[in-house]
């Protein structure tokens, strides 16, 4: 398997799911048949992620395709990835935990032989070395597999889970604060308070199609235990009046400026922000840096295309900038991160519709959410 590294190719695979896989999603999105055949689920995720194509975009090309009835499944599945990200804004400082629990605990772990074991794929578990591979080598895995690799971490290898989640991002293609750390923190069991998700021998055999065999796992742990409770912050997703003249930031979460709410407005000229190693708390592998400048490259071809000024600087360049600027609100997250800590205040941020209306219904479980998701498609289709 590989991913395309522009817009085009993101929707020549958005259009292929649609019209050859979609039907038979909801009966197969669980097997993790292997990366040499990934069409039972989209593999739209590193695209997403990165703004290439919207969940809007994604969930009404499937509604020309199929009823809201026969897609009810992929929907609710595109729209977790809202309702993970609106959750962490609504409690940011379980990001900044994360980042601070992870930083003391990865001095402790650095000469630990399990934790080497683990990352280098050479435990003895034959499935969890083969899911390091695949991850190390397409930068992607299958949900499934990423939750059984999750929960064999966390309870078999008896290793933090924050490691763990750190490891994913430093390879995923479509590694993101949000869906990464709570889908982390759900496998623990400190994501709903008290109930973890257990790998068992069975469940891999059966949605890996036997591809494994002889499993032997914990499959009996009690979740992990937090005493920390998040309380929702007070934030008010409002847009600014916009002016004219004035520079737009697009960062790695939002490259398809041209085609978000803001795409008719006359901005001064637009600058995409790199992230590099050397500003992000969690260092990527070579492969995911690479990802990210070829869909950087990609979208300032695109915006040139169309005769927009723009241009593609280091984020540590920002500080130079003294002018007040627009910037397309990059999500709690690496990028929001560094303009914080630099305290970097000449900036007002341009919300997404779908966000600004959807992450009300955040506060609570996914359970509640799900009673919105009619709501929300009806307003955008
Ligand atoms: C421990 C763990 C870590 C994860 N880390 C990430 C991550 O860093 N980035 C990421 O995008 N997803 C993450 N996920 C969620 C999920 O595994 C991927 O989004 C999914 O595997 C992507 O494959 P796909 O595009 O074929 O999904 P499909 O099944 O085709 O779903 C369509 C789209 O819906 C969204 N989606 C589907 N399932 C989920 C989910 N459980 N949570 C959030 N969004 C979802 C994705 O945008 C996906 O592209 C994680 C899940 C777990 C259990």
Redesign the pocket.
């Known amino acids: 398997m590989s991913f395309k590294v522009s817009r085009a190719g993101a929707i020549e695979e958005l259009n292929q799911?649609i019209e050859n896989n979609l039907l038979e999603?909801s009966k197969l999105?669980n097997f993790d048949f292997g990366p040499q055949k990934?069409n039972n689920?989209?593999?739209?995720?590193?695209?997403?992620?990165h703004g290439l194509v919207s969940?809007i975009e994604?969930i009404n090309k499937s509604l020309k395709k199929f009823s809201f009835v026969k897609n009810e499944k992929?929907i609710q599945?595109?729209?977790?990835?809202v309702?993970?990200k609106g959750w962490l804004e609504l409690r940011p400082n379980v990001w900044t935990d994360y980042l601070r629990e992870l930083k003391n605990i990865k001095e402790n772990f650095k000469n630990n032989k399990d934790y080497l074991n683990a990352i280098g794929g050479k435990t003895n578990i034959e499935c969890f070395n083969e899911w390091v591979k695949e991850l190390k080598k397409f930068n992607?895995?299958?949900?499934h597999t990423?939750?059984w690799?999750?929960s064999i971490w966390i309870f078999t290898l008896n290793l933090p889970w924050q490691l763990?989640?750190e490891f994913?991002?430093k390879y995923?293609f479509?590694?993101?604060?949000?869906?990464?750390t709570?889908?982390?923190r759900?496998?623990a069991g400190i994501q709903t308070l008290g109930k973890n998700?257990l790998a068992t021998e069975w469940n891999i055999k059966k949605f890996t199609n036997n591809r494994f065999q002889n499993i032997k796992i914990n499959e009996e742990a009690a979740p992990k235990i937090t005493e920390k409770k998040y309380s929702i912050i007070e934030k008010i997703f409002t847009n600014p009046d916009l002016l004219k003249d004035k520079t737009l930031l697009v960062f790695d979460n939002n490259l398809s400026m041209e085609l978000t709410d803001f795409k008719n407005y006359d901005f001064k000229k637009i600058l995409i922000i790199s992230n590099t190693n050397e500003t992000r708390q969690i260092q990527l592998s070579e492969n995911t840096m690479n990802f990210k400048a070829l869909l950087i490259n990609d979208q300032l071809k695109r915006l040139k295309e169309k005769s927009i000024i723009a241009e593609v600087i280091n984020i540590s360049h920002l500080k130079n900038i003294k002018e007040p600027v627009y910037a397309l609100y990059p999500t709690v997250g690496e990028n929001l991160d560094y303009l914080q800590l630099n305290q970097l205040k000449n900036i007002d941020y341009l919300y997404r519709e779908i966000d600004q209306f959807s992450w009300q219904f955040c506060n609570k479980g996914f359970f509640n959410f799900k009673n919105h998701i009619p709501k929300i498609v009806t307003r955008f289709n």
């Open positions: 799911f999603y999105r990934r689920t989209s593999c739209l995720s590193p695209y997403v992620t969940e994604i992929f599945e595109v729209l977790w990835r309702y993970w992607y895995l299958h949900n990423r939750m690799f999750a763990g989640a994913f991002m995923l479509d590694g993101d604060a949000a869906s990464n709570l889908g982390w759900w496998v998700y």
